[in-house]
C-alpha cells in the first residue's frame, strides 16, 4: 500500500485535476505540496495529503457534499472515498488500486472561523494561479506558506522540545525527512500516544524546514517581505512569540 506521494503520482493528477474541474469556492491549495508545482523535480518531498482551505465557512456535511460531487467521475472509475472528522480536520480519505490519498480542510467551528475569517480572505484573494492541464489551480503564496511553517515548527519546537534540524542542503534534509517517516511506519503500532505525537511533531517540524528552506533558496526574487510579515503579523502573536518566529527565521535563511 502506498500512502505518501509526488506531485507526478496517478493518484494526485487525478485528485488535482478534479479540483482544477471543480474548484471548492474561495479556496487554495497549501501545504508542502503547493510547492511542487513549481519547485525541480528532483526535490519534490512524498506527501499523504493535499491540503485545502477555504474563506468560506464548511462544516463536515458542506465538505462531503462537496467532495462527492466534485469527485463522482472518480468514484466510477473506482475510487473508494470515506469521511472522517477529526480533531482538526475534515478528511476525504481517497484510495484505489491500494493507492491512499488524503484531501484536507481545516476544521473549524463557527466562533474560530470568524477570528480567521480575514486572515483567510487575504490569503485566498492574494492566492498564486498556477497552470495545470488547460486549467489552472489557486496555490498559497510562498510568504503565507513560509508564515504558517513558521508559526508551526515554532510550537513544534516549545511543545516537544524539538531542535531545528542543522542540516541546510535540501537533498539531505528530504532523505533525513524519508527515515523518519520510514522509522515511524514501522514502530507507530507500540508506541505510547505522547510517544507518538512527538514523532508526528518531529516529522512535521522537518517538513516545514524543508519547505521554508526551499522557498528561500529557490524563490527569494519574488518573495515579498512586506507582505511577509503583514501576514505574519496578522496572526497577532506576543512580542515575546514574534522574537522566537524571527529567530527561527534567521536560522532558515541561507
Do not use: C
Given at each position: 500500500?502506498r500512502y505518501?506521494?509526488?506531485i507526478e503520482?496517478?493518484?494526485v493528477?487525478d ?6 474541474q471543480h ?9 508542502g ?7 525541480p523535480k ?5 506527501t499523504?495529503d493535499?491540503?485545502l482551505?477555504?474563506?468560506?465557512y464548511t462544516n463536515s456535511?458542506?465538505?462531503?457534499d462537496?467532495v462527492?460531487?466534485a ?5 466510477h ?9 477529526r480533531r482538526?480536520?475534515l478528511?476525504?480519505h481517497?484510495e ?16 474560530n472561523f ?5 486572515i483567510l480572505e487575504r490569503e485566498?484573494s492574494?492566492a498564486r494561479k ?8 489557486s ?6 506558506l513560509v ?6 515548527s ?16 535540501l ?5 533525513e525527512l524519508?527515515?523518519?517517516k520510514?522509522d515511524?511506519?514501522k514502530?507507530?503500532y507500540?508506541?505510547?500516544p505522547?510517544?507518538?505525537a512527538?514523532?508526528l511533531?518531529?516529522i512535521r517540524?522537518?517538513?516545514d524546514v524543508?519547505?521554508t528552506?526551499a522557498?528561500?533558496?529557490?524563490f527569494?526574487?519574488e518573495?515579498?517581505e512586506?507582505y511577509?510579515y503583514?501576514a505574519l503579523?496578522s496572526?497577532?502573536?506576543s512580542?515575546?512569540?514574534f ?8 536560522k532558515?535563511?541561507p
Amino acid at each position: 500500500m502506498r500512502y505518501y506521494h509526488t506531485i507526478e503520482n496517478g493518484i494526485v493528477q487525478d485528485a488535482l485535476f478534479t479540483i482544477t474541474q471543480h474548484p471548492l469556492p474561495e479556496s487554495y491549495i497549501g501545504g508542502g505540496l503547493s510547492l511542487q508545482f513549481t519547485l525541480p523535480k528532483d526535490l519534490h518531498r512524498k506527501t499523504s495529503d493535499i491540503d485545502l482551505t477555504t474563506s468560506r465557512y464548511t462544516n463536515s456535511q458542506d465538505f462531503r457534499d462537496y467532495v462527492l460531487h466534485a469527485f463522482e467521475e472518480l468514484i466510477h472509475r473506482g475510487y473508494k472515498i470515506e469521511f472522517t472528522k477529526r480533531r482538526s480536520t475534515l478528511d476525504a480519505h481517497l484510495e484505489r488500486d491500494e493507492n491512499h490519498l488524503m484531501v484536507q480542510l481545516p476544521r473549524r467551528n463557527k466562533q474560530n472561523f470568524d477570528g480567521r475569517k480575514t486572515i483567510l480572505e487575504r490569503e485566498v484573494s492574494n492566492a498564486r494561479k498556477i497552470p495545470y492541464g488547460e486549467l489552472s489551480i489557486s496555490v498559497i503564496t510562498y510568504e503565507d506558506l513560509v508564515a504558517h511553517k513558521i508559526i508551526r515548527s515554532s510550537s513544534f519546537l516549545e511543545s516537544y522540545k524539538l531542535r531545528v534540524p542543522t542540516v541546510t542542503n535540501l537533498e539531505q534534509i528530504k532523505e533525513e525527512l524519508n527515515i523518519l517517516k520510514e522509522d515511524f511506519r514501522k514502530v507507530s503500532y507500540a508506541l505510547e500516544p505522547d510517544e507518538a505525537a512527538r514523532k508526528l511533531a518531529e516529522i512535521r517540524l522537518v517538513a516545514d524546514v524543508f519547505d521554508t528552506t526551499a522557498i528561500f533558496k529557490y524563490f527569494a526574487a519574488e518573495f515579498d517581505e512586506n507582505y511577509f510579515y503583514e501576514a505574519l503579523h496578522s496572526f497577532n502573536g506576543s512580542q515575546k512569540r514574534f522574537r522566537t518566529w524571527q529567530e527561527l527565521i534567521e536560522k532558515l535563511r541561507p
